[in-house]
């Protein structure tokens, strides 16, 4: 398992800006084999931690919570 090539001009998988410094990877195993489609990992980066949620369609929900009173 290698990191994605990072040389060159290298843009965030989900939101397509560019990056500049650093960049968040998936290093699971299984996500790496069955979800990314790229062997040089190409759609692996992603700007930051948000954009790696919205590739993975994690979404936000909520508690059940009792109606306050
Ligand atoms: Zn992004």
Do not use: W
Request: hydrophobic share 30%; charged share 25%; aromatic share 10%.
């Amino acid at each position: 398992m290698s990191y994605p090539n990072l040389t060159g001009n290298v843009y965030c998988a989900n939101c397509s800006k560019k990056i500049q410094t650093s960049c968040i990877t998936v290093r699971e195993n299984h996500l790496i084999r069955d979800y990314f489609q790229f062997d040089d990992g190409r759609d692996n980066i992603f700007c930051n931690s948000d954009c790696l949620a919205e590739s993975l369609i994690a979404e936000e929900i909520y508690l059940n919570q009792e109606d306050g009173e």
